[in-house]
């Protein structure tokens, strides 16, 4: 499967585990709570300067 076909939460998880980061790290680094990331990654939240964070944190 190549990379394109993933689906962001996949792409996400994949860039986690190859920086080391998990939920936790990431609320920390982004000063918000773990369901917000969670919900972030899985698409529940919408909120264009976070998702840019997330981002930008994970390359993604």
Do not use: P, W
């Not at 920086?19 to 917000?36: F, H, N």
């Not at 529940?44 to 964070?53: A, F, G, I, S």
């Amino acid at each position: 499967m190549a990379i394109k076909d993933l689906t962001f939460e996949e792409k996400v998880k994949i860039s986690m585990k190859r920086k080391g980061y998990t939920y936790q790290k990431l609320a920390d680094e982004m000063e918000i709570s773990i369901g917000y990331v969670s919900d972030i990654i899985r698409g529940n939240r919408t909120n264009e300067k976070r998702l840019k964070q997330l981002r930008d944190i994970l390359e993604v």
